[in-house]
């Protein structure tokens, strides 16, 4: 049996859904438990629906192998025998437009929206289903009666976008106003008058509350849109609707600008979800329920405030051509750590404090800010409240948010802003917790570290947290392994970070295992060794100083977070703690796993390339390796630290490094490409072009290198890379990359020689082996592969046939053999028969015939 459900006593919403639903579904039966509310029942005896449903009393749930929950992830809120019904093998599905209380394993789409229809809606736009006149018209008035008509606070611009397809679609406009805004019974309109006369007033840390409570026998019918009266009529911010009947206090919650999140109030049963939180106490009396919603509001009270009333304004602002040193003397002068960048009114960035201090530092004053500033900002509406902000905030890793009305700046919320507001906040991130003064977000991943870590790798990191724990050092790994285990890549670079002394941690470790320990003093690290193979590194937690641009920084002991700030990219900079206490809890700082999860690299800071310009080159190769993209800013910032010549500051040695390991990745030519396009190429190899030519031999050479190595062995790639680059060089180019790069001094012969021989081939055309085997007169693979890049796919063929020959191909007869056999004296001539000999064989001469070969050789020349 395969069944759409919903939760108990359905909505228009929930109903529309499940319509929906089975639309994409149609082998699935619909199935609701309880009755529709009456403006349902009204609206369907309206309509020519042609619909099929059934009430879970109607039918027998037998072998459900299929079920689809539509407007709510909660199967406690299903009909109970649909949650009876389940089995393991039971496929189910939620559609839901409510974020709460999810897991992992639960499937199906999830969307902050306004109404579930509005995601239904968007699936069956996708699929391109056709959809009806009157089907349009319940499906935009399940959308208008959840919006509250567009005014709930949860409501999407997707909402309306919509509903604007709908009507489009047919859906009558007239219809919607009758069946969400329906008359009030004259029992509907008592309850009004006796919640109005039991309205009063309250505030929580200056924000007004109206509290409304009345007395009834049983929850009367409608309930919801008496509420929905009320609210509209008093017109107020912040409403509280109590209802007592004989044992239970229902209660009904509305904010103009926030749902309040009554997760945490004790003894709550929720009847349904929605734009308003809708729930009931049992045992309780109104008195009692009141004071544990108020307790819910203290606690909450962040998502009600507005931010227009925390925030700093006027708004402190720096000109776009105004000089680093002179807005670093503004934010000193004044305190402010965060200026918004304006340039002729448009807001175009925020300089930071420490990004202007380290412009300074790397001899940049005189830059204009628009060169270091932080060209991703985020904003937000005066009328947002402050959770909402404090939320942005934290999703994009940033420390201040601008604030605008009407598309105008009009303040700006910090940090400290946040920290200094009346109401105060119990933390800033969510989820998260404290190290010292440091903020960052956690999550646990033992389970994946046991799932896809080798056993003997997840003993070691247990030790080692083990150990931290004994020296009551936190232990953290860091780096590739953590990007790599989140991707479900194999990755055992295993680097630890200690906050305490990493020296000492490894010769305590060295207690426990037979290892050797090389120190590195001056990184405050070191490496250790096993028997097996197996090498890990440890290193204090440190804050990396550069005192100029692309030289390599002095260190000084730190925190984690500091740590992982001084690393290259946000998806490299995760830590996971290993201590025993804490063991597979992930850190993120900088919303690594966000970026992770997009497939973005992103520096840390506008700075990061001009203090390691080799960062270029780590951009692309993990962009090419990972399928990535580089991010906006950071691919600007990139492009402008290349153009400007950074790169020459680098050691040729370190930039040798980058390249090797960029061309040893799976896809080598994409990663060069990329380079070439975002103009590094010409800087890496002045007076050289990234033509098409070029492109068409390297794509050779990458696709035929690792064919060649099984028959002439592998070759130098960086050498035979400079090769295909360099060949339409003058030596002077030349000479300056053997010099940059570390070349051997007779590196230009060899390039020489190498074109000469190209040349030939590619003028001479052989076809035989032997006529390869005479022309090229080498047997170096980078010579060998630098010529096969010349070569289209027919010479290609030959020139293979021709290096298999030559693998396979030996002399049973040698120079010994014709002194002794012929009677021949060491000179020339033996290597002249011998030259012969092998061509002939490469040919297609057989072993067997050599000695005939070699007498009617001799006797054409004369010899006896």
Same mark, same amino acid.
């Given at each position: 049996?395969?069944?759409?459900?919903?939760?108990?006593?359905?909505?228009?919403?929930?109903?529309?859904?499940?319509?929906?639903?089975?639309?994409?579904?149609?082998?699935?039966?619909?199935?609701?438990?309880?009755?529709?509310?009456?403006?349902?029942?009204?609206?369907?005896?309206?309509?020519?629906?042609?619909?099929?449903?059934?009430?879970?009393?109607?039918?027998?749930?037998?072998?459900?192998?299929?079920?689809?929950?539509?407007?709510?992830?909660?199967?406690?809120?299903?009909?109970?025998?649909?949650?009876?019904?389940?089995?393991?093998?039971?496929?189910?599905?939620?559609?839901?437009?409510?974020?709460?209380?999810?897991?992992?394993?639960?499937?199906?789409?999830?969307?902050?929206?306004?109404?579930?229809?509005?995601?239904?809606?968007?699936?069956?736009?996708?699929?391109?289903?056709?959809?009806?006149?009157?089907?349009?018209?319940?499906?935009?008035?399940?959308?208008?009666?959840?919006?509250?008509?567009?005014?709930?606070?949860?409501?999407?611009?997707?909402?309306?976008?919509?509903?604007?397809?709908?009507?489009?679609?047919?859906?009558?406009?007239?219809?919607?106003?009758?069946?969400?805004?329906?008359?009030?019974?004259?029992?509907?309109?008592?309850?009004?008058?006796?919640?109005?006369?039991?309205?009063?007033?309250?505030?929580?840390?200056?924000?007004?509350?109206?509290?409304?409570?009345?007395?009834?026998?049983?929850?009367?019918?409608?309930?919801?849109?008496?509420?929905?009266?009320?609210?509209?009529?008093?017109?107020?911010?912040?409403?509280?609707?109590?209802?007592?009947?004989?044992?239970?206090?229902?209660?009904?919650?509305?904010?103009?600008?926030?749902?309040?999140?009554?997760?945490?109030?004790?003894?709550?049963?929720?009847?349904?979800?929605?734009?308003?939180?809708?729930?009931?106490?049992?045992?309780?009396?109104?008195?009692?329920?009141?004071?544990?919603?108020?307790?819910?509001?203290?606690?909450?009270?962040?998502?009600?405030?507005?931010?227009?009333?925390?925030?700093?304004?006027?708004?402190?602002?720096?000109?776009?051509?105004?000089?680093?040193?002179?807005?670093?003397?503004?934010?000193?002068?004044?305190?402010?750590?965060?200026?918004?960048?304006?340039?002729?009114?448009?807001?175009?960035?925020?300089?930071?404090?420490?990004?202007?201090?380290?412009?300074?530092?790397?001899?940049?004053?005189?830059?204009?800010?628009?060169?270091?500033?932080?060209?991703?900002?985020?904003?937000?509406?005066?009328?947002?409240?402050?959770?909402?902000?404090?939320?942005?905030?934290?999703?994009?890793?940033?420390?201040?948010?601008?604030?605008?009305?009407?598309?105008?700046?009009?303040?700006?919320?910090?940090?400290?802003?946040?920290?200094?507001?009346?109401?105060?906040?119990?933390?800033?991130?969510?989820?998260?917790?404290?190290?010292?003064?440091?903020?960052?977000?956690?999550?646990?991943?033992?389970?994946?570290?046991?799932?896809?870590?080798?056993?003997?790798?997840?003993?070691?990191?247990?030790?080692?947290?083990?150990?931290?724990?004994?020296?009551?050092?936190?232990?953290?790994?860091?780096?590739?392994?953590?990007?790599?285990?989140?991707?479900?890549?194999?990755?055992?670079?295993?680097?630890?970070?200690?906050?305490?002394?990493?020296?000492?941690?490894?010769?305590?470790?060295?207690?426990?295992?037979?290892?050797?320990?090389?120190?590195? @003093?001056?990184?405050? /690290?070191?490496?250790?060794?096993?028997?097996? =193979?197996?090498? %890990?590194? !440890?290193? #204090? &937690?440190?804050?990396?100083?550069?005192?100029?641009?692309?030289?390599?920084?002095?260190?000084?002991?730190?925190?984690?977070?500091?740590?992982?700030?001084?690393?290259?990219?946000?998806?490299?900079?995760?830590?996971?703690?290993?201590?025993?206490?804490?063991?597979?809890?992930?850190?993120?700082?900088?919303?690594?796993?966000?970026?992770?999860?997009?497939?973005?690299?992103?520096?840390?800071?506008?700075?990061?390339?001009?203090?390691?310009?080799? @960062?270029?080159?780590? /951009?692309?190769?993990?962009?090419?390796?990972? =399928?990535?993209? %580089?991010? !906006?800013? #950071? &691919?600007?910032?990139?492009?402008?630290?290349?153009?400007?010549?950074?790169?020459?500051?680098?050691?040729?040695?370190?930039?040798?490094?980058?390249?090797?390991?960029?061309?040893?990745?799976?896809?080598?030519?994409?990663?060069?490409?990329?380079?070439?396009?975002?103009?590094?190429?010409?800087?890496?190899?002045?007076?050289?072009?990234?033509?098409?030519?070029?492109?068409?031999?390297?794509?050779?050479?990458?696709?035929?290198?690792?064919?060649?190595?099984?028959?002439?062995?592998?070759?130098?790639?960086?050498?035979?890379?400079?090769? %295909?680059?360099?060949?339409?060089?003058?030596?002077?180019?030349?000479?300056?990359?053997?010099?940059?790069?570390?070349?051997?001094?007779?590196?230009?012969?060899?390039?020489?020689?190498?074109?000469?021989?190209?040349?030939?081939?590619?003028?001479?055309?052989?076809?035989?082996?032997?006529?390869?085997?005479?022309?090229?007169?080498?047997?170096?693979?980078?010579?060998?592969?630098?010529?096969?890049?010349?070569?289209?796919?027919?010479?290609?063929?030959?020139?293979?046939?021709?290096?298999?020959?030559?693998?396979?191909?030996?002399?049973?007869?040698?120079?010994?053999?014709?002194?002794?056999?012929?009677?021949?004296?060491?000179?020339?001539?033996?290597?002249?028969?011998?030259?012969?000999?092998?061509?002939?064989?490469?040919?297609?001469?057989?072993?067997?015939?050599?000695?005939?070969?070699?007498?009617?050789?001799?006797?054409?020349?004369?010899?006896?």
């Amino acid at each position: 049996m395969k069944v759409i459900t919903t939760h108990r006593n359905p909505d228009f919403d929930a109903f529309a859904s499940a319509v929906a639903a089975q639309k994409i579904y149609p082998d699935h039966m619909i199935v609701f438990g309880g009755q529709l509310v009456p403006a349902l029942k009204r609206f369907l005896s309206s309509k020519s629906l042609l619909l099929s449903f059934y009430y879970v009393n109607e039918i027998r749930i037998s072998n459900l192998s299929s079920l689809i929950v539509v407007d709510t992830s909660d199967l406690k809120r299903i009909p109970a025998s649909l949650q009876q019904s389940i089995q393991r093998n039971t496929d189910v599905r939620f559609y839901d437009h409510h974020r709460t209380s999810l897991s992992e394993a639960q499937k199906g789409i999830f969307k902050d929206l306004g109404a579930c229809t509005t995601l239904m809606c968007n699936q069956l736009r996708k699929k391109k289903k056709e959809i009806s006149r009157n089907e349009a018209t319940l499906f935009a008035t399940a959308i208008y009666r959840e919006t509250g008509n567009f005014t709930h606070a949860s409501t999407r611009a997707q909402d309306l976008s919509t509903a604007a397809w709908l009507i489009d679609l047919g859906a009558r406009p007239d219809d919607l106003g009758i069946y969400s805004g329906y008359k009030l019974s004259a029992s509907q309109q008592r309850l009004i008058e006796s919640l109005i006369l039991g309205l009063r007033r309250t505030s929580i840390r200056g924000v007004e509350i109206n509290i409304a409570s009345a007395r009834r026998d049983f929850l009367p019918g409608g309930f919801s849109l008496v509420v929905e009266k009320l609210w509209s009529f008093l017109g107020v911010e912040n409403l509280v609707v109590l209802l007592e009947t004989n044992n239970r206090v229902y209660y009904t919650l509305r904010s103009k600008y926030m749902n309040l999140d009554t997760a945490e109030l004790d003894g709550v049963q929720r009847n349904s979800g929605g734009s308003y939180t809708l729930g009931y106490f049992e045992n309780c009396t109104s008195a009692e329920a009141e004071e544990k919603i108020i307790k819910n509001f203290e606690n909450n009270i962040e998502r009600l405030i507005k931010v227009r009333d925390i925030m700093s304004s006027p708004v402190r602002t720096a000109l776009a051509e105004m000089k680093v040193e002179d807005v670093f003397k503004i934010m000193q002068r004044t305190g402010h750590h965060t200026l918004p960048v304006v340039d002729q009114e448009k807001l175009v960035g925020i300089a930071k404090y420490r990004n202007t201090e380290k412009a300074i530092r790397h001899g940049l004053a005189a830059r204009r800010i628009i060169e270091v500033m932080d060209r991703f900002f985020v904003t937000a509406s005066v009328d947002d409240s402050v959770q909402a902000v404090t939320d942005k905030m934290v999703e994009n890793d940033t420390t201040a948010i601008l604030i605008l009305d009407g598309g105008i700046l009009s303040g700006i919320v910090t940090r400290t802003d946040l920290l200094k507001s009346t109401f105060g906040r119990r933390r800033i991130i969510d989820p998260g917790e404290k190290i010292g003064d440091q903020n960052y977000a956690k999550f646990p991943v033992e389970d994946l570290i046991e799932e896809r870590v080798e056993k003997r790798i997840v003993t070691m990191l247990r030790f080692l947290g083990a150990v931290g724990s004994e020296l009551n050092m936190p232990t953290y790994i860091v780096g590739g392994f953590v990007r790599d285990l989140l991707l479900k890549k194999k990755n055992l670079d295993l680097d630890i970070v200690v906050e305490g002394n990493a020296n000492l941690f490894a010769e305590t470790f060295k207690k426990y295992f037979n290892i050797k320990i090389v120190e590195h @003093r001056e990184f405050l /690290a070191s490496s250790m060794f096993f028997n097996d =193979g197996l090498r %890990i590194d !440890v290193a #204090t &937690a440190r804050t990396e100083y550069y005192k100029k641009p692309a030289i390599l920084p002095e260190v000084e002991m730190s925190t984690i977070k500091k740590d992982l700030y001084r690393r290259d990219f946000s998806i490299n900079a995760m830590a996971i703690k290993l201590n025993q206490e804490d063991f597979g809890i992930l850190i993120d700082f900088f919303g690594s796993r966000k970026d992770l999860s997009k497939g973005i690299i992103r520096a840390l800071h506008p700075l990061s390339f001009i203090e390691d310009p080799t @960062r270029i080159l780590r /951009a692309v190769r993990f962009e090419q390796r990972f =399928g990535f993209e %580089i991010e !906006v800013r #950071t &691919a600007e910032l990139l492009k402008q630290c290349a153009a400007e010549g950074y790169l020459d500051r680098v050691t040729g040695q370190r930039l040798r490094d980058e390249l090797s390991k960029a061309i040893e990745e799976p896809l080598p030519l994409k990663a060069l490409r990329r380079l070439a396009s975002l103009g590094v190429m010409e800087k890496l190899f002045p007076e050289t072009e990234f033509d098409r030519e070029t492109d068409i031999k390297l794509q050779r050479y990458f696709l035929r290198r690792e064919r060649n190595a099984l028959l002439i062995g592998e070759d130098r790639m960086f050498y035979t890379l400079l090769m %295909i680059i360099l060949r339409k060089s003058d030596s002077k180019s030349v000479e300056w990359c053997i010099a940059r790069y570390g070349l051997p001094k007779n590196y230009l012969e060899r390039l020489n020689d190498a074109i000469a021989t190209a040349g030939i081939i590619v003028n001479e055309k052989p076809e035989t082996p032997s006529q390869f085997y005479r022309s090229l007169k080498t047997n170096k693979p980078e010579v060998l592969n630098f010529v096969n890049s010349y070569l289209d796919e027919q010479e290609d063929l030959l020139f293979l046939a021709y290096l298999k020959r030559l693998n396979d191909t030996k002399l049973s007869i040698n120079g010994n053999i014709l002194k002794a056999r012929y009677g021949m004296r060491e000179g020339p001539e033996i290597r002249d028969v011998l030259d012969e000999l092998f061509c002939a064989r490469l040919d297609g001469l057989t072993k067997d015939k050599e000695d005939e070969f070699v007498r009617e050789y001799l006797k054409g020349r004369g010899w006896k």
